[in-house]
C-alpha cells in the first residue's frame, strides 16, 4: 500500500510564505514524476508545479518566480516552497505521485492540505 502524506498548509497573511511537503510511503521501487495541485472552491483542480525523476520542472503561468517545486528523492519526499503568496492562492492543495509498485506504475494521491492567504 502506497500512501501520500502532505503537510505545512495553514494561514498566512498576503506577502507571506509557506512550505508544504509531500511524503511518499509504503513498498515503492521507484517514483517518477511528482506533482503539486490546488482546487479552490467552486473551481476545476489544476496543476501548480511539477517535477520529474531528474530534476526537470514546470510550472503553472500564475505562479512561476514565486513558486518553487523540489524533490528529496532519498526521502521520497517532495515539496513547494510558496512565496508572494496571494489570496487567489487559497486553495487544497493535493500532491500527486506517479510510482512503480511491484512492476506496475500508478498515479497517487494525497488527502490535500488547505492552504488559506487573508488579505
Known amino acids: 500500500q502506497v500512501q501520500l502524506v502532505e503537510s505545512g498548509g495553514g494561514l498566512v497573511q498576503a506577502g507571506g510564505s509557506l512550505r508544504l511537503s509531500c511524503a511518499a510511503s509504503?513498498?515503492?521501487?521507484?517514483?517518477?514524476?511528482m506533482g503539486w495541485y490546488r482546487q479552490a472552491p467552486g473551481k476545476q483542480r489544476e496543476l501548480v508545479a511539477g517535477?520529474?525523476?531528474?530534476?526537470?520542472?514546470n510550472y503553472a503561468d500564475s505562479v512561476k518566480g514565486r513558486f518553487t517545486i523540489s524533490r528529496d528523492n532519498a526521502k521520497n519526499t517532495a515539496y513547494l516552497q510558496m512565496d508572494s503568496l496571494k489570496p487567489e492562492d487559497t486553495a487544497v492543495y493535493y500532491c500527486?505521485?506517479?510510482?512503480?509498485?511491484?512492476?506496475?506504475?500508478?498515479?497517487?494521491w494525497g488527502q490535500g492540505t488547505q492552504v488559506t492567504v487573508s488579505s
Open positions: 500527486n505521485a506517479a510510482i512503480t509498485q511491484r512492476g506496475v506504475m500508478r498515479t497517487y
Open positions: 517535477i520529474t525523476s531528474g530534476g526537470s520542472t
Open positions: 509504503g513498498s515503492i521501487f521507484r517514483i517518477d514524476a
